[in-house]
């Protein structure tokens, strides 16, 4: 199988079939084709309509990564690659012989560097074998000693940034895309603390572009994600992806390294989901890819970078990561809308990026039930003033937090780190006061995914203060997570401030908030002073820490800042909230006990001072008929009015930001490829992954049985 015919028929007399078998055989072989041979242009022309059966395409990778070494065939398809892209681009994207010919390429270069990557024994991949060989004759348009990884690179996101969507440039554009995810998971044969000695000879590369160029991929990768365009199924794009017209290399199956190229039925869903867009997905995976890397660079430059083991020993101090000019380039892109109203010499010389923001925001609001949508709202409004601002002053922000909302409430069947992302952006949002007053404003009919009782007519604000509170519930019952149990009551206390008109429903959640954080602090201190046993296996299952009274102290502060939510409601806002005092009277018999206690009385005070102003008025109230709700409610409504805070202490607004951790790569980068895999359907040999944990069943399962179940890896 290895061996080129001796005297291929190249000729008119030769069957389709027969020539492709001799190309592509001959690509693998230990024949080497000069850059200047007219083989590759044979290569690319011909129709690769060939079907292989998994284990030749095996074969065949095998045998090329024996041979690449000496025939360094990856890098001459690569280089052919980038010189059609750049015709493509002088084309303007129309349908042309070279986009053809960069089709082949890619789907050619996709199996077998795929593979390579995967079956690498080690992570500086010397195996792809990028430099070419200096003694082979090389045409005028290509130096000796270029950089092969940078030139198509260069290329690709060149056409990407300069080419628009049409139906004749779709499947070229999605098939690049594809290439760059594969071309970039290099990163998953690397630790999850990225080192002075990682090779990621394309993804670097991309780092080492004009800015004036990242700026446009990244404003191209966004307006494919906002617009997502349809599959062109009335065009040649139908044809080239039939079932009947399936090339050789996208037939090899999944064991054999899957392309990435999307096969039709996932282009075409069966289930009928008009929304989804295969190039706007993997416009968004490739973009957090990119956005999302670091490499690590030594702080001393004169470092022999050649020793190992001295760079090994480097600690995080000795070392920084470089500026990522993708995250820069996402974090400076601009409404087009406002770029409309600046004056005309001002727009004209404006080098940032632009999109239209309300397009973004729709689009964020239609597609966060997806978690990578969810990672890239986490970025733009972390890392884009801009983008943050504009949603800050939209009066429908339910469309965002709705869905979000819907997420939290069905944290069972979410990952661990999909509800932190959007924690996370509810405390960003939470630090701006105008965002915490109109979410009080915006009423909602009705929320039909919320089943434990009818929510009509219900604020937003209420919503999300009852979804908070559900979270750290249920946290502490299942997830018992720490970092989780601070975000939400972190948001909560930035919210609390400005609620306006809080719900029954989420008023009385707050109470029993304080009461569940009450019961679980007096079992604790009941172990600390020897009162409970402290092998009571139920408090051991719902310990937070092994250690009680570091748990202890955890439950103390927790209180303490419920008790500060409540006091700045009742501070700031009490006129505007009677169903908070009803809950507050309903269940006062909760405070009780923590009245005299050194870390709560102060704050206890002036909820004393509440309850005795309030009680008096319900005594002082003569009625001859029984106590109901509505009547209460109605005595409490009307002394709210009479409410001036005599005798209330001042404490000091709690103020709580978002602030990324210092080493945010160690979360961010492992977060995204696990993404990637578990949701796009990208298989990758789950031993090579070094990146992050990979389950051992995972591992012992095999590829092959991955191949079988036609299913991606779940991380």
């Excluded at 494919?224 to 199956?253: A, D, K, M």
């Amino acid at each position: 199988m290895g061996g080129v015919p001796s005297t291929p028929r190249l000729g008119g007399g030769a069957r389709p079939e027969e020539t492709a078998e001799y190309l592509i055989t001959a690509f693998f072989a230990e024949k080497s084709f000069p850059l200047v041979s007219d083989y590759w242009q044979k290569l690319l022309e011909l129709p690769l309509d060939l079907r292989w059966p998994s284990d030749r395409v095996l074969e065949a990778c095998r045998l090329f990564a024996m041979n690449n070494c000496s025939t360094r065939h990856l890098a001459k398809i690569l280089v052919h690659l980038a010189w059609c892209l750049q015709e493509c681009v002088s084309d303007s994207g129309l349908a042309s012989p070279a986009s053809s010919k960069a089709l082949n390429a890619l789907y050619i270069v996709s199996v077998f560097l795929k593979n390579l990557i995967e079956n690498a024994k080690t992570d500086n991949f010397e195996v792809l074998y990028l430099l070419l060989d200096e003694t082979e004759p090389i045409p005028n348009n290509f130096s000796k000693g270029e950089n092969v990884e940078n030139l198509v690179m260069y290329s690709t996101l060149n056409f990407i940034a300069k080419v628009d969507v049409s139906p004749e440039t779709y499947l070229l554009h999605h098939e690049l895309l594809n290439f760059m995810v594969i071309a970039m998971s290099t990163q998953l044969l690397s630790g999850p603390s990225p080192g002075l000695n990682d090779a990621h000879p394309f993804i670097d590369a991309a780092m080492d572009q004009e800015s004036s160029l990242v700026d446009s991929v990244v404003c191209k990768l966004l307006l494919n994600y906002t617009i997502h365009p349809r599959v062109p199924l009335n065009s040649s794009f139908y044809t080239i992806l039939s079932e009947r017209n399936q090339p050789v290399l996208r037939r090899v199956g999944f064991a054999a390294a899957n392309l990435m190229l999307l096969p039709f039925n996932y282009l075409v869903s069966s289930t009928g989901d008009a929304s989804r867009s295969p190039l706007a997905e993997i416009s968004l995976n490739v973009l957090l890819i990119l956005s999302h890397y670091h490499k690590c660079i030594s702080v001393d430059y004169a470092k022999d970078k050649s020793d190992n083991d001295s760079s090994e020993s480097l600690t995080k101090e000795d070392t920084y990561f470089s500026e990522n000019p993708f995250c820069k380039a996402v974090g400076n892109v601009r409404d087009i809308e406002y770029n409309r109203i600046t004056i005309e010499g001002d727009a004209q010389s404006d080098p940032l990026a632009r999109l239209p923001f309300a397009s973004l925001f729709d689009t964020l609001g239609m597609c966060l039930t997806n978690e990578t949508s969810v990672l890239l709202l986490y970025s733009l409004v972390h890392g884009n003033s801009s983008f943050l601002e504009y949603v800050l002053v939209r009066t429908d922000l339910d469309t965002l937090l709705m869905p979000m909302l819907e997420t939290l409430y069905n944290a069972p069947r979410r990952t661990s780190n999909h509800i932190y992302m959007v924690l996370i952006i509810f405390l960003i949002l939470s630090q701006d006061s105008s965002f915490n007053a109109s979410i009080h404003k915006l009423m909602l009919t009705n929320v039909p995914w919320y089943q434990e009782r009818l929510l009509h007519h219900t604020s937003l604000g209420s919503l999300m203060i009852i979804i908070l509170i559900r979270t750290v519930k249920y946290n502490l019952s299942k997830l018992r997570d720490v970092y989780l149990h601070t975000n939400c009551l972190a948001t909560l206390a930035n919210m609390a401030p400005h609620v306006h008109r809080l719900s029954a429903y989420a008023s009385q959640q707050l109470v029993s908030l304080f009461d569940m954080l009450s019961r679980k602090y007096n079992k604790l201190a009941e172990v600390k002073n020897d009162k409970k046993n402290m092998q009571d296996d139920n408090l051991k299952e719902e310990s937070l820490s092994e250690d009680p009274s570091a748990e202890l102290h955890l439950y103390t502060d927790f209180l303490r800042l419920v008790l500060e939510i409540l006091n700045a409601i009742l501070t700031y806002a009490l006129p505007r909230n009677p169903e908070v005092v009803y809950a507050i009277m309903h269940r006062q018999e909760v405070f009780l006990p923590f009245k005299n206690h050194p870390r709560f009385n102060e704050l206890l005070e002036n909820i004393y001072t509440v309850l005795d102003f309030f009680n008096s008025r319900m005594d002082a109230h003569k009625t001859d008929d029984e106590w109901s709700v509505e009547k209460v409610l109605q005595v409490i409504i009307n002394n709210c009015r009479s409410w001036r805070g005599e005798g209330m202490k001042m404490f000091m607004q709690l103020r709580f930001t978002y602030e990324q951790e210092s080493h945010p790569e160690e979360f961010f980068m492992p977060y995204v490829w696990q993404l990637i895999l578990s949701r796009s359907g990208y298989p990758f040999n789950p031993s090579s992954i070094n990146l992050f944990p990979v389950p051992v069943q995972d591992i012992n399962d095999g590829f092959e049985e991955e191949a079988a179940k036609e299913d991606s890896l779940q991380v």
